[in-house]
């Protein structure tokens, strides 16, 4: 059958020029791969595609790259410190070192060898793990902007697949000089070239999600030039750390209590074991404010022990501490009670909304309900604040939690979701 023989190696041929001639070579009539050494199925493009996204392939791909003078030994415990996320710097411990050479025989290279010579090579293969992962899918991607140990401003980029099959998510870092719309949609850009070095495919982008700041929303607004199907949602659990800092704004004599009985706690350990003699309830929360919903935690736990935590304070020497003072003076004002009464009535269910959407494996489903749910609290819990004829910034929704350009496509997503379902 010389038809059918010529029509495979027209077949076989451009897999080869396509995946390159040190993967695959062909001799007519089968396709080899020669870095696993077998011979894989062709008869479809995507068999090859699923084969050179192995972990098999791409370990022996990795391995076959090692110089004569790279030991395999290193590149695997290279690859095992990344992965579990142990640095490098534990391998010289003398019980790390001690074990190994005991139990598995071997010697454990310096951390300054794999540093110099396999971390570069784990790294690659880690990039080509997540480019095959990702492969065709059309992709979301959230960007967050944090400092390192050292002080420098790092853009930390998450990408993962929009498939409801397949679940993945990868991190890509950059370095920036400083944070503001053009370096955050840069350090994107940049990312994203990682990902497809081959160009970028504008198409495949088609949400981003960032937290509600200005220059990350002018970021967005920039990167839909770029990426004309993405469209940009805003943080909600921002939107509603938002409306936890309206809360702290309004009631100053909550705010002030927190912040003064937290000072008579923190380093006491005398004070600490008798509150801990006296009372059977934790010890006064200590809300740090970057931390999103734990300044109104600690406020409902106010709420709910406002006298047992008040005795305690109560019985403490004034002469110890200006704090002590401060505390016991701003716990006789007569408003703070029913302050505190107020937002135990009408905002105990925030902090809920705000850790389940935390929560990573949450189906979108589920994200809408909470986020419906918060938006029916909302305007009961302001109604009942607002004086007559008075306005405050978060009467209406649409004012402080969702007034960016990713409310919108927010409350539209709540909408799309309900029509579909
Ligand atoms: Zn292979």
Redesign the pocket.
């Known amino acids: 059958m010389p038809r059918q023989g010529i029509d495979t190696a027209e077949k076989l041929r451009p897999y080869v020029e396509e995946f390159g001639p040190d993967v695959f070579s062909t001799n007519g009539e089968s396709l080899m791969?020669d870095?696993?050494r077998k011979s894989?199925k062709a008869t479809e493009k995507y068999f090859l595609q699923q084969?050179?996204r192995g972990s098999r392939?791409l370990a022996?791909l990795n391995s076959r790259n090692l110089s004569p003078r790279e030991n395999p030994f290193n590149m695997d415990v290279g690859r095992m410190l990344v992965e579990s996320n142990i640095p490098p710097y534990k391998l010289q411990h003398p019980s790390f070192r001690g074990f190994m050479e005991k139990y598995c025989g071997k010697v454990l290279p310096d951390h300054t060898t794999l540093r110099k010579t396999y971390l570069k090579k784990v790294y690659d293969e880690t990039l080509l793990k997540i480019r095959a992962s990702v492969g065709e899918h059309r992709i979301w991607v959230s960007i967050d902007e944090t400092t390192d140990v050292k002080g420098r401003f790092v853009v930390n980029t998450v990408v993962g697949c929009l498939s409801a099959q397949h679940q993945s998510r990868a991190f890509l870092t950059e370095f920036v000089e400083r944070t503001n719309h053009s370096t955050v949609a840069q350090a994107l850009v940049n990312s994203l070239n990682l990902l497809w070095p081959e160009g970028l495919r504008n198409d495949k982008v088609l949400l981003l999600v960032t937290y509600a700041a200005a220059y990350m929303k002018k970021a967005g607004d920039a990167l839909k030039v770029l990426f004309p199907k993405m469209t940009h949602v805003t943080c909600v659990i921002h939107a509603m750390h938002r409306v936890c800092e309206e809360i702290r704004v309004l009631f100053p004599a909550v705010d002030n209590l927190i912040a003064n009985v937290k000072k008579n706690f923190l380093k006491a350990p005398f004070r600490v074991q008798n509150f801990r003699l006296l009372m059977n309830i934790g010890l006064p929360p200590q809300p740090v404010l970057t931390r999103w919903g734990t300044w109104l935690a600690a406020a409902l736990y106010y709420a709910e022990n406002f006298e047992a935590v008040r005795s305690v304070v109560s019985m403490l020497e004034g002469a110890e501490a200006a704090s002590i003072r401060r505390s016991q003076e701003i716990m006789d004002d007569s408003t703070l009670s029913s302050d505190l009464a107020f937002i135990g009535s009408n905002f105990a269910q925030f902090p809920n909304f705000m850790t389940k959407l935390e929560c990573s494996s949450l189906p979108l489903s589920s994200s809408l309900n909470i986020l419906e749910e918060f938006r029916v609290c909302l305007p009961v819990a302001c109604k009942s604040m607002v004086p007559p004829g008075a306005t405050i910034e978060f009467a209406a929704p649409s004012n402080s939690c969702l007034r960016s350009s990713g409310g919108q496509a927010n409350t539209s997503a709540l909408e799309v979701f309900k029509n579909r379902v």
Request: hydrophobic content about 40%.
């Open positions: 791969c870095v696993c894989v084969h050179v392939h022996r």
